[in-house]
T-cell receptor, first 114, second 113 residues
């Protein structure tokens, strides 16, 4: 069974550009989470999507946004990129409701903003 | 609020040494507790979990017991190997408390031959 898959694995963008990161959850999982891991820092919660709706949002500016599609895959969009957005972006998926006892992570997308 | 606190790293051990990485959590709700491991240049892998008090999670020689009385979930391994060198994250998850994994700050482990 395929795990959580993210694309692309690496990308380089210029300050001010926009970027879209993609995540496909494990089959049967309806919740998707996005985390940012900047160099030397821990994991910062970005967004949680469940059944197509945004359920929770971390302390990030509005230029970080996303959506979840009917097939439960998800996109993370970052507008007006800044140098400090350079980080590893991790996506995780889980079951929903009381069955949500654990989350599985993808390998991440490493974004470099120059 | 909900939080997870880990012992600070980096932790440097010799091969075959005993490992303990401390983790405590705030006692809000009834979270599930996890240890994730991140090897250099990779994403996070679930190492072990415990979903209720007194549960013991174990995997690859690592163990952690969900201690409600001390709100702790310390990670232990009796004999570490060089291949265990990684960053270890303790986390709590409670669907009814915002539905997100809350991570500790991570503890870097370096095992020397």
């Amino acid at each position: 069974e395929a795990g959580v898959t993210q694309s692309p694995t690496h990308l380089i963008k210029t300050r001010g550009q926009q970027v879209t990161l993609r995540c496909s959850p494990i089959s049967g999982h309806t919740s998707v989470y996005w985390y940012q891991q900047a160099l030397g820092l821990g994991l910062q919660f970005l967004l949680w999507y469940d059944e197509g709706e945004e359920r929770n949002r971390g302390n990030f500016p509005p230029r970080f946004s996303g959506r979840q599609f009917p097939n439960y895959s998800s996109e993370l969009n970052v507008n007006a990129l800044e140098l400090e957005d350079s980080a590893l972006y991790l996506c995780a998926s889980s079951l929903t409701g009381q069955g949500a006892t654990e989350a599985f992570f993808g390998q991440g997308t490493r974004l470099t903003v120059v | 609020g909900n939080s997870v606190t880990q012992m600070e790293g980096p932790v440097t051990l010799s091969e075959e040494a005993f490992l303990t990485i401390n983790c405590t959590y705030t006692a809000t709700g009834y979270p599930s507790l996890f240890w994730y491991v991140q090897y250099p240049g990779e994403g996070l892998q679930l190492l072990l979990k415990a979903t209720k008090a007194d549960d013991k999670g174990s995997n690859k020689g690592f163990e952690a017991t969900y201690r409600k009385e001390t709100t702790s979930f310390h990670l232990e391994k009796g004999s570490v190997q060089v291949s265990d060198s990684a960053v270890y994250f303790c986390a709590r998850f409670d669907y009814n408390q915002g539905g997100k994994l809350i991570f500790g700050q991570g503890t870097e482990l370096s095992v020397k031959p």
